[in-house]
């Protein structure tokens, strides 16, 4: 407070004059009226007093930068730092159905259309049917000699495998044929084989999904067609053994028994779990393949 100012007429002033001049932060809010009531010099003094006063806002944003400061400090870490730190976007969420979700998603297992133990049966029972057919071949070849089998009564496995009938249309031995056979369902039950997309195959192209899809489709559907056809050939084999040569081959119902089998598990596949083209629709659909 700037009190008792003196001036050339006396302590107390001429007319209007104040024995006493506001402190410097009521000159902000004094009219231009009151500038003849104060010294010149003090009036000035308190202008640039006031002038140099921080705003609110200005504070406010001073003691930030101080207490930002001091954490930085504390932290250890510099301040350009903290603004690279402070400008990092935090983790993005994925948005559900997205591409980006659906890429992330793997692909479909092989385990996931059709169950892994009926996959790993169907293949036990074509090598298993790979061993007994080239069995019979071998022995076909020789003769018929060399079968642990009886070679007289019903069960005559000589008998059944030199005759006529062992041979369709006099050309191809059934032996030979039913090893063929194996083989080839051998082949198109492997793990492979069995995927529903077929990524393994090495296309390319804008529709290469679509021809991977469409060939395990083909495979699906060559397997169970060629199954059908080995037990049809089956029952022809056991009718002509048990109506035309009224003799049994026994190396020969392992394997009518081994090709029923099969025709059975894959016959069920295709009853409950259905083509891979389900499996791909319900992949898609998001839904559980099982």
């Known amino acids: 407070m700037v009190t008792g100012i003196s001036t050339p007429d006396g302590p107390a002033g001429p007319a209007g004059w104040r024995p006493a001049c506001p402190d410097r932060y009521a000159f902000a809010a004094a009219a231009p009226a009151a500038v003849g009531r104060c010294a010149p010099k003090d009036w000035k003094n ?137 083989l080839f369902m051998t082949v198109i039950n492997l793990p492979w084989a069995w995927r529903p997309d077929w990524r393994w195959l090495p296309v390319r192209g804008p529709r290469a999904e679509a021809r991977r899809q469409a060939l395990s489709l083909a495979a699906w559907r060559i397997r169970l067609g060629s199954v059908i056809v080995g037990v049809l050939f089956i029952l022809y084999l056991v009718y002509t053994e048990l109506i035309t040569l009224r003799t049994i081959c026994l190396w020969c119902t392992y394997v009518h028994i081994t090709t029923f089998v099969l025709f059975v598990f894959l016959i069920a596949q295709a009853a409950f779990w259905g083509s891979p083209a389900k499996a791909t629709a319900d992949s898609r659909a998001g839904r559980s393949v099982r």
């Not at 006063?53 to 207490?67: D, E, L, N, V």
Request: glycine share 10%; charged share 15%; aromatic share 6%.
């Open 46 to 182: 308190a202008v640039a007093n006031q002038n140099r006063r921080p705003s609110s806002t200005q504070t406010a944003r001073k003691g930030s930068q101080s207490r930002r400061s001091q954490s930085t400090a504390g932290s250890g870490r510099s301040p350009a730092t903290s603004a690279k730190t402070r400008a990092q976007p935090g983790p993005v969420p994925a948005k559900t159905g997205t591409a980006s979700n659906k890429a992330a998603t793997p692909a479909l297992a092989d385990s996931g259309w059709t169950p892994r133990w009926l996959r790993r049966t169907t293949l036990v029972l074509s090598v298993l049917g790979v061993g007994l057919s080239t069995y019979l071949t071998i022995t076909h070849l020789n003769g018929g000699h060399g079968l642990v089998c009886s070679n007289k009564g019903l069960v005559n496995c000589e008998a059944v495998t030199t005759s006529p009938e062992s041979e369709v249309f006099g050309i191809f031995p059934v032996a030979e044929l039913g090893l063929a056979f194996y």
